[in-house]
């Protein structure tokens, strides 16, 4: 049995083609070749052979081909195709789309939704492959830390994570406080960020109950006719079912030092400049909502 297994995903969704975060499959998997380094059991699905045959000889590069396993789904619509096509509906949706406040984000597209949620399908799909027997398991996103943006030291990633004594869903928050507006109101500005969706760990105890939790909680933001990330969709499971989970003050990415990694270092001028533009968003923020209460008195 393993301690902690890692699961991680990369499908194309056309991400070079977002106007406000464009980057390519090679941008993805230079990112993947350096935290790919990392010493634990790897899960990952992917979409066709020959991102196979890359994801596995990056490993095999690290002596960690034994220690990878690649699952391959070559129509990911088709897992909760339901769930998919009402996200459709909403994207085209022109009350929706009204709604919003940014109208050139990811977040008003199906595909990149509908992914971001599958993140937590594929958590519990691989519980269910017999031979992988696991006390914790942990998400990571494929292009995690961005090819270097915090942890500048490539090597830093040659460690195991591992986690120990803990029975709830561990979620990692970047704001000073946890969101506590009302979801609509989240939605609808879309940011600033809040729980990070890039790491998390879950023990495998409550696996099962995770996974409803956000099926769950998907149907409750459809029904409504919203739609949002796998941040929004974190954030209202972890308020419907708070004692499955633990949520933690952090930054982008920092997580994965509380698990053996400890050793990392870490590229202060990004945490400074990150802190510098998320001020000035939330200045900008404060200005646009300010001017639209002021229209609605008049």
Known sequence: MYNT??????FDIGRKHYKNSSRSESTYLEYFKRWARIK???VVFCENESLKHEILQIRKNYNLENMTK??????IFSIESDIYNRM?????????????????????????NYIMYLKYWFLYKISLEEDTSFEYVAWIDFGFDHGGKLFYDENDWNFELC????????LYFISDKLEDRPLFEVIRTVHPDSITGGFLLCPQSVLYQFWN???????????LGLMDDDQC??????????ELFELHQSYWFLAVTYFGGSHMKLNENFLNETNRKRNIFLLVLKKILKTIIGLIKK
């Open 5 to 10: 297994i890692l699961v991680t995903a990369f």
């Open 40 to 42: 634990n059991y790897l």
């Open 70 to 75: 690649v699952i391959i789904i070559t129509n």
């Open 88 to 112: 459709k509906q909403i994207e085209v949706d022109e009350y929706f789309l009204k709604f919003r406040i940014e109208k050139s984000t990811p977040e008003n597209i199906a595909a990149y």
């Open 163 to 170: 986690a120990n004594h803990i029975d709830k869903v561990q």
């Open 213 to 223: 939790c956000i099926k769950e909680s998907i149907y409750n933001l459809l029904y």
């Open 233 to 242: 969709v974190l954030l209202l499971a972890s308020r419907r079912n708070p």
